[in-house]
């Protein structure tokens, strides 16, 4: 794409649908001229310089990387209009193309009836299935396994209910055994399963999940905020597939969320939240003396707890599902690109004398810890630390991140490891862009040097 000339063309489409209004006087208290504003877009533009290089693949840190070019062309040129989703007398054509853009979504899962929308992010959405489920299990709390995002501690308190970490295996993933000894004592009323964990990107049992409903009653909670899309890979062949049976399972989640600003091409902010029953919207209801008077249909803020939502956000993944839908073929491409490049790095480790791969990857993130010569806690922690900083400051800089781990969960999968410390830091990369595909070798042979010391 030509983003210079689309951008061009964004501009030039909002000014011709602007002169269909005829024209009006600007009001001089908002005239900038141009050579202040050149001085202050130059300072703007150097400080935005102290950043990491998200769009490119020798950055391997976080969940990070730039919007696809047509989102950042839809968005901006719904931006000019800066419509607001909360309402269709804020964004008639914007709450459309959210409606479309969240059936999409739906459908990716394999939801028959849904009730959904976009959010600002995973936390809100998390919050938004975590109030419904407060309401429908009223004074029952919530379960989540100890690796699940943090949002679910957090938002529990915010919602006044109790919240119950539950142990994980030593793969990460929720314990059954323990959630179930949990759900015998009737306390909870909602488990929240996790797609694709941000530490590791492990994917808990969810195909588990409709017999623990079937004999405790409780809800269930997918959060797929940074896995869900891996969903399109379910049964694919070649070396990205993955088993069908914790995703195909999803469907039968009471709700899910799901992330479009981590591998659905979106600029942040951008969740969104999918409720299987619609009768669910009956928990919004709330009256507005001065919105909802332009039409009898439903408006998106009648379903949501957030007010003002960005309209752009709606059009910006509207556009990018339109050319790369989340199908398979579409946006699957994408992630099957991040998931060879996450199995290609643990070939590479696992041969490599220097690191050590921790545990084999689900998704696209990749955990691994130098070799020292003693091989203690201490060390390796000592160690990862020095690689992330030398990383990031060298002259061909590597950019990856780390994840503390308890020294329980590190010698219960590396036993020869020494105790001498309650945990470690290890070295964790995500290869979210399909990019690293093709760079993975160069990534890992700059790991290993750092590891040389």
């Known amino acids: 794409m030509d983003l210079n000339g689309w951008l061009a063309a964004a501009l030039a489409s909002n000014a011709d649908w602007a002169k269909t209004f005829g024209p009006y006087q600007a009001h001089p208290a908002l005239a900038v001229d141009d050579d202040r504003f050149a001085a202050a877009f130059e300072v703007f533009t150097e400080r935005l310089k102290d950043n990491y290089p998200f769009f490119h693949p020798r950055y391997a840190g976080q969940m990070l990387k730039p919007p696809h070019p047509a989102a950042v062309v839809g968005y901006l040129t719904a931006m000019l209009i800066n419509p607001n989703n909360h309402a269709l007398d804020g964004g008639p054509a914007t709450a459309e193309m959210e409606r479309e853009a969240v059936q999409q979504l739906a459908t990716m899962f394999g939801y028959d009836t849904h009730l959904g929308h976009l959010t600002t992010s995973g936390t809100i959405a998390n919050l938004e299935a975590l109030f419904v489920a407060r309401e429908l299990h009223p004074g029952k709390g919530v379960a989540y396994s100890t690796e699940a995002h943090y949002t679910h501690g957090r938002m529990c308190g915010v919602l006044g209910v109790e919240g119950h970490p539950v142990p994980v295996d030593d793969l990460g993933r929720i314990d059954l055994d323990a959630l179930e000894s949990l759900l015998r004592t009737g306390t909870v009323g909602t488990v929240v399963l996790t797609a694709g964990t941000t530490g590791l990107g492990a994917v808990e049992p969810i ?247």
């Open 207 to 453: 195909h588990e999940a409709p017999a623990l409903r079937e004999r405790y009653g409780v809800r269930i909670h997918v959060d797929a905020a940074y896995g869900g899309f891996f969903t399109l890979l379910a049964g694919a062949e070649g070396p990205e597939g993955l088993p069908e049976e914790p995703w195909r399972a999803i469907a039968e989640a009471d709700s899910i969320v799901v992330d479009p600003h981590k591998h659905g091409l979106q600029p942040y902010g951008c969740g969104a939240v999918l409720f299987r029953d619609p009768s669910v919207g009956r928990f919004y209801l709330h009256d507005s003396p001065y919105t909802y008077f332009t039409s009898e249909e439903l408006h998106l803020g009648e379903i949501s707890l957030e007010c003002s939502r960005a309209g752009a956000a709606a059009a910006a993944l509207w556009l990018t599902f339109q050319l790369i839908p989340p199908t398979r073929e579409g946006l699957g491409q994408s992630l099957a690109a991040g998931r060879r490049a996450a199995l290609r790095w643990a070939e590479l480790i696992e041969a490599s004398e220097h690191v050590e791969l921790y545990q084999a990857p689900e998704l696209d993130i990749v955990s691994y810890f130098p070799v020292t010569e003693a091989g203690t806690l201490s060390q390796i922690d000592a160690s990862s630390a020095r690689i992330l900083r030398e990383g990031m400051s060298d002259d061909d800089p590597v950019f990856v991140s780390t994840l503390r781990l308890g020294a329980d969960r590190l010698t219960a999968l590396h036993p020869k490891l020494v105790r001498d410390a309650d945990g470690a830091r290890i070295l964790r990369s995500v290869l979210m862009k399909p990019e690293s595909e093709s760079y993975v070798d160069q990534l890992h042979a700059r790991l290993e040097r750092l590891a040389r010391g």
